[in-house]
């Protein structure tokens, strides 16, 4: 069996892939165990382990890539000749490649390219039958009969806010992402105690400290914290605005229902990444039909 082979007879790149395989499935056995270990209702510990499973991901994701750098400057060596190959072997084990700095970074961007879309690839064909895409489709289907769809948001803790900033845009009224977040922090603080009662200590279950409470609010302006419930109430009162947010599997909700502007529409999903929940914005679905008879 190809599993009872010694490695130095398998292929170096299946070897490489197998051993990149491997990793990946422990890794993800590692990270399942770190989330079941931190209570669903726990937002604090939640965020950290978003975090951490964020570092765990990308320095995996940047030690394979290397990897396979190296493997493939290797084999482009070995092409010359088989004098060259064995030369060539021994002075990469200790030893860096000697390319030119401008060659360097033109191989770099072209394996990540090609790595990158490979993922890509990988994650369509795994997904096809997976929650994410179950949940995109029930999604386009409920946006399509509101004559609207997906505008993609990019996944770096600041996701929320960054889809309240792509409405406002559609609403002309421009405010950027650190703009939100200090607007946010400042509008929770001098409303405390409408806040306090929903935030817990992860470690005693006691309601947060004022001293707990800022230090939550220092979060928002100064880090990449996530955005949830308490803040979207927060930037609806600021802005006197309701904000819907569709889902998948729930009917939508609204905050600050009281406020009689058009609403800002988000998209919350559950499974957009494989870090779990993420939000989006949303844009006018094209209407093909119409622009052809324009």
């Not at 990019?154 to 650190?178: N, T």
């Not at 977040?181 to 405390?192: F, I, K, L, V």
């Amino acid at each position: 069996m190809e599993a009872d082979l010694p490695e130095e007879e398998l292929d170096e790149e299946e070897q490489l892939l197998r051993r990149h395989r491997k990793e990946k499935k422990e890794l993800q056995a590692k990270i399942q165990g770190m989330k079941n270990a931190v209570p669903k209702n726990d937002k604090k510990r939640r965020k950290q382990l978003t975090e951490d499973v964020a570092k765990l991901e990308a320095d995996m994701e940047e030690k394979h890539r290397e990897e396979l750098e190296q493997l493939k400057l290797t084999s482009k060596e070995s092409k010359i000749d088989s004098v060259a190959v064995n030369i060539s072997n021994l002075v990469l084990e200790n030893h860096a490649p000697r390319i030119s700095k401008a060659q360097k970074r033109r191989e770099k961007k072209a394996a990540l390219e090609k790595e990158r879309e490979e993922r890509i690839a990988e994650a369509e064909i795994e997904n096809l039958s997976g929650a994410r895409h179950i949940e995109s489709e029930k999604l386009a289907l409920i946006l399509a009969a509101r004559q609207l769809e997906i505008k993609q948001i990019e996944s770096d803790g600041h996701c929320m806010y960054r889809a309240i900033e792509d409405q406002l845009k559609e609403h002309e009224c421009p405010l950027s992402v650190a703009a939100l977040r200090n607007q946010t922090a400042e509008y929770m603080q001098s409303h405390m105690d409408d806040f306090l009662p929903f935030l817990t200590n992860s470690s005693t279950g006691d309601v947060y400290t004022p001293e707990e409470f800022g230090k939550y609010c220092a979060d928002i302006v100064n880090t990449a914290a996530w955005g949830g419930q308490l803040e979207l109430r927060a930037l609806s009162h600021i802005l006197q605005t309701p904000i819907e947010i569709i889902q998948a599997e729930s009917p939508p909700i609204v905050v600050g229902e009281e406020y009689t502007k058009k609403p800002l529409v988000l998209v919350y999903m559950r499974h957009a990444y494989g870090l779990g929940e993420h939000y989006n914005s949303v844009t006018g679905l094209v209407n093909t039909a119409t622009e052809n008879c324009s």
